[in-house]
């Protein structure tokens, strides 16, 4: 069962769901619904939204330079922003931030941390100790190695090898601890510097850290990692900001979903195959201009 | 006299300071009462928040990567935060951001720009056309070339030069602005395109954008721009800013006016010579191993 | 006649051009011709190649982290490098890098300088004095605002509409220099700083600045502002760009302009209208649920 | 022994090392020196330059926006250089770049990545199948966690203690490099994919990267990680990157020691004590306005 924050974190989090405060500035309501939640992800992670800046309006606001929100009826606005992101106008976007707190394991937070425009706070475990907690995969998530594609999945692993390669993960987890304890323990000894000490842990371990981004860089990130083509793990943190997103700014979401995530970008060629075949003309891959592997691809869409 | 908010948009800006609304953020009370009032800037800019996020709190609750606000007190966050400043810690100050609306000459946009981390969506005179409004130094600031230094200031000029230029500068004001005016004129013409006829108009014209910035880069930007070696026009909005962010993160501007505003910085050399005097001993120049416009910067400071 | 580099410039060129030194670093042959050489832009400008790091094999080698410059062959690593543009992987193309002396219009400078991840010296003139530079449109470039898209151009003004804006922005630029002279003088009086007197010039006077950044984000550049939307004057830059990255890295550019340039990208609607065409169905825009202007963009293409 | 490089590696590095080209390129001959030379790191890393952009004299054509390589000596270079870092000015250090292909442990490349205006490739685990290398520290450096900075480290483990840390050690690194192997394994059974099965690796096993960056982020990057604060094993790297960059571009390092490395950043407090203490008078801390932890600081330069 995922348990993630302590019932002590709990009741901090509590208290502060039940303080609201007066301010000038710009609510999202579907946001503040969202604040302090920690949404489970993975067996021990989550993110919860610590704080946020702008909405829908804010988009348009900056976009317009205009004093106060602007007259613009909501409609007009949502016209806008289909027109910002249609033409790939990005300065509009950044004028929304977003800050979470997010748990993860470390082989997640070294992938997610290659996107560089963003503001991260990462838990030090030079300066402080780790918990016991690992990330064990489902026994759904156990894919084979892709005989095709050299970093996909293929399907889930069964029976015995399952069973071994769980075992194998969890008792690595437990024994590295363990030795990360013994080597760190100051009871009859000098006990290991802590920035050392780590080097043991396997990077199935939970991380954490503040991350602090715009809307049009945390688009860009839900873009590439909510994609099928990324790794599960990352995808499972990607599709629980999406869902915030979507509550956070409900245009610029929707938006972003027509013209990103279900887009799909045509090649010069593809282009010219596709008209020919509207004119009625079938057309093969050596007539196309396309290597064997894009005209797959070509074809996984378009058949 | 200084009116750089038509009545239109005062009524706007009233409006929004009387709809405070509910929030579970985290509030600066210093900066809600900065909330949408424009401070003025030179003879018709301002600067004004739009909104912000974060607080000095929000600056420890990040370097402990904490739930809630964290259970310290002010006091042990005071120190966490000079600590922070002291050692060069950035991350933590990235957690906190503010948008501004500025309204400024393009001489001074185009310095402001040179700082690039940041967002801005600048009124586009491509798509617009730009008010009658320029920059007019006052008589006071009407300085001279400095003789020593090729990109400072010396004395203000005086009598027939000052008012000679300032009628050079208020004339090629209006008539490049009514040349643009006839430039862009369907009346009886076609009418130049406007991102062509934007060409003509000279370097002091107001622009306006949002700009929106992290507090560790606007720090940075306030260091190198409320100096003063900075051109006195960009000073200007940055000692008006700098009053903003005393007001909303109080400790992390203390710490910064003292650990960089009123910092020194001694060079290896300078370190030894200071240490010869405090020895007592008598240390020239030839003896430093300083230049001699190295030697005349450390003499300002120390005698 | 565009005679942008002086005689004295020309020779210090020549003289660089004839010494050649040996290095153990890639070379591109393509991009060795282009060295020092000023491309003529626009009335007065250019763009001359400073410096480069990297060709086609090094966006490879990166990308396969490899020792020396791998065994693989030519025809790989364009099938390499088609996919990594076709994915969207950005980093191996980030491992070429390039440094361009420009001389632009300060209104092109200021929309260039809005691509924020590159570096940038900028003539400097709080420091130095401008040359007497202007930018004036040839007569073909000298349109009319466009009366259905705000930020665009119409036809070309002709006649006495034509010879006025000519006359008028020839005037003023030279008026505004005289000015700019009259104010920074010396003789018989204190002189202007000149960080002040620049204030006068019009935003088509020539400045220049040394510009240097990574292959991915000038690709990205010249996908935006090489386009169709982009101002004519900023587009005459970025085209000539486009032939130097051609020599420079002939797979990378052919791939990005297959890929970006030259490519569509389709809105999940309009994945699913062309589908239905292809199935033999006609769709209308009321069907399509796409708005009136997105349709219209979509006819553009696909009729 | 360490011998980062395989038999094979060395003889294409090798093979490159005795093919030069001819180029109109600025050269650095220092840098030319340490083309492909993989300087040992640790016990399995190394740091190996791949390219590079730019030396002084690059420095200063910048900072002058000039022709050619200017005509000014390399005393005047010097001078400018000085006078560029001495007061901040970070644009005409951005116009030179390096490339560095780096091994290094995982828990060293998560600190280092935390430096983000750099380009990098990294070896995909995801992709491919990691080496059986690991940092085991040697003996001298296996050091107590501090008593008093909760980052920092105290002596080196005597005796048993160290023994049995550095077979904790080994044996983990040892064990979870079969069960990774056995994980992957297609012999008898299908495989578990590659991305799922790195993350039973401790963070002491080797990486690889391409990491691009410009001098004045390397120096910043040197300013922290080559600081006496840093932890000791990315410090290897940096003290590394050091030897390399006062080859590459000798004035910059230079002043770069004297202006940042060797220097002593004093806040107001402290300007305020020695000029009293210049003065002859004794200060105490209680007098000086310093928390009891700067005071320490202060007092271990000034005494």
């Keep these: 069962m995922n348990t993630p924050v302590t019932p002590e974190q709990q009741a901090e989090i509590d208290n502060l769901r039940q303080s609201p405060r007066q301010?000038?500035?710009?609510?999202?309501?579907?946001?503040?619904?969202?604040?302090?939640?920690?949404?489970?992800?993975?067996?021990?992670?989550?993110?919860?939204?610590?704080?946020?800046?702008?909405?829908?309006?804010?988009?348009?606001?900056?976009?317009?330079?205009?004093?106060?929100?602007?007259?613009?009826?909501?409609?007009?606005?949502?016209?806008?922003?289909r027109y910002l992101m249609r033409h790939w106008h990005s300065t509009p976007?950044?004028?929304?931030?977003?800050?979470?707190?997010?748990?993860?394991?470390?082989?997640?937070?070294?992938?997610?941390?290659?996107?560089?425009?963003?503001?991260?706070?990462?838990?030090?475990?030079?300066?402080?100790?780790?918990?016991?907690?690992?990330?064990?995969?489902?026994?759904?998530?156990?894919?084979?190695?892709?005989?095709?594609?050299?970093?996909?999945?293929?399907?889930?692993?069964?029976?015995?090898e399952a069973a071994r390669v769980l075992e194998l993960l969890r008792e690595d987890a437990m024994r590295s601890y363990d030795h990360y304890e013994a080597m760190l323990s100051q009871d009859g000894q000098q006990g290991l510097a802590r920035e050392l000490a780590r080097m043991n842990l396997p990077a199935n371990i939970y991380t954490q850290w503040y991350w602090k981004v715009d809307l049009h860089n945390l688009l860009h990130f839900l873009r590439l990692r909510a994609d099928a083509?990324?790794?599960?793990?990352i995808r499972a943190y990607a599709d629980a900001l999406c869902g915030i997103v979507a509550d956070w700014v409900p245009a610029a979401f929707a938006a972003f979903r027509d013209y990103r995530m279900d887009s799909v970008s045509l090649s010069a060629q593809a282009v010219a195959v596709l008209k020919r075949r509207l004119a009625g003309e079938t057309v093969t891959q050596e007539q196309s201009g396309m290597s064997a592997r894009e005209w797959r691809e070509f074809e996984e869409i378009w058949g």
Excluded at 109 to 123: D, F, K, L, P
Excluded at 137 to 146: D, G
Aim: proline share 3%.
């Design 93 to 160: 976007f950044e004028m929304c931030e977003v800050k979470f707190h997010v748990k993860l394991p470390v082989f997640v937070a070294r992938q997610w941390i290659r996107h560089r425009t963003a503001n991260v706070n990462e838990y030090s475990a030079r300066y402080s100790i780790l918990d016991r907690e690992f990330y064990i995969p489902a026994p759904e998530h156990l894919a084979a190695q892709s005989q095709k594609n050299n970093q996909g999945r293929d399907e889930v692993l069964q029976g015995e």
């Design 23 to 81: 301010t000038l500035r710009v609510i999202s309501e579907g946001m503040e619904r969202h604040l302090y939640t920690a949404h489970p992800v993975l067996d021990h992670g989550f993110v919860r939204v610590v704080d946020y800046m702008g909405d829908d309006a804010a988009i348009c606001q900056a976009a317009r330079v205009s004093y106060g929100r602007g007259t613009k009826s909501v409609q007009n606005d949502e016209g806008l922003i």
């Design 229 to 233: 083509h990324a790794q599960f793990e």
